[in-house]
T-cell receptor, first 115, second 118 residues
Framework: GAGVSQTPSNKVTEKGKYVELRCDPISGHTALYWYRQSLGQGPEFLIYFQGTGAADDSGLPNDRFFAVRPEGSVSTLKIQRTERGDSAVYLC?????????????FGNGTRLTVT | AQKITQTQPGMFVQEKEAVTLDCTYD???????LFWYKQPSSGEMIFLIY??????QNATEGRYSLNFQKARKSANLVISASQLGDSAMYFCAMREGTSGGGADGLTFGKGTHLIIQP
């Protein structure tokens, strides 16, 4: 079956611009996560959705970052007034239920470059 | 303090040898889960193996096994009979049992870059 799909795969934007990154999770997965991975580092947690609601957004670095999942499926990560330090690979993952031993299934990520 | 520590930034191993990748963790929860992921140069994160804190047996999945030592808070990944295709970054991760502070997701270590040599 289809895995987690992320679009675009690459995004180059200028400092100060607004970007949206999309994630389409595995069908039937109620839990959705966003992570950010900088070069040479492990993924860093940003936000977790259970259904439509953000159950934990404690990893969002500041108020320029926002994410939505209005119908409990597709999610969009939104970054306002981008900065060069936002450059990273943004990974989306989904799992069957969350908060148990079901593994996270990751997409291939969106590589964001802020120039 | 770091929740997940992987002390080997890089490892070179001869093909067909067994490999042990180290992982120690820090939690005060009684209920938690430990995961290992593989990330090849293509960038995808591939789930390998899971160990629950209450599991009495070490987890095994094909050539992968997890050497779980609860008292030492270690969860080392063992790869038997390594293959060239095993060359990748390997990440240890933990999900804690209580809510708050990103605990609903996984906390990852910094990873170990494994290179299998022919």
């Amino acid at each position: 079956g289809a895995g987690v799909s992320q679009t675009p795969s690459n995004k180059v934007t200028e400092k100060g611009k607004y970007v949206e990154l999309r994630c389409d999770p595995i069908s039937g997965h109620t839990a959705l996560y966003w992570y950010r991975q900088s070069l040479g580092q492990g993924p860093e947690f940003l936000i977790y959705f259970q259904g439509t609601g953000a159950a934990d957004d404690s990893g969002l670095p500041n108020d320029r970052f926002f994410a939505v999942r209005p119908e409990g499926s597709v999610s969009t990560l939104k970054i306002q007034r981008t900065e060069r330090g936002d450059s990273a690979v943004y990974l989306c993952a989904s799992s069957l239920r969350g908060r148990d031993n079901s593994p996270l299934h990751f997409g291939n990520g969106t590589r964001l470059t802020v120039t | 303090a770091q929740k997940i520590t992987q002390t080997q930034p890089g490892m070179f191993v001869q093909e067909k040898e067994a490999v042990t990748l180290d992982c120690t963790y820090d939690t005060s929860d009684q209920s938690y889960g430990l995961f290992w992921y593989k990330q090849p140069s293509s960038g995808e994160m591939i789930f390998l193996i899971y160990q629950g804190s209450y599991d009495e047996q070490n987890a095994t999945e094909g050539r992968y096994s997890l050497n779980f030592q609860k008292a030492r808070k270690s969860a080392n990944l063992v790869i038997s009979a390594s293959q060239l295709g095993d060359s990748a970054m390997y990440f240890c991760a933990m999900r804690e049992g209580t809510s708050g502070g990103g605990a609903d997701g996984l906390t990852f270590g910094k990873g170990t870059h494994l290179i299998i040599q022919p």
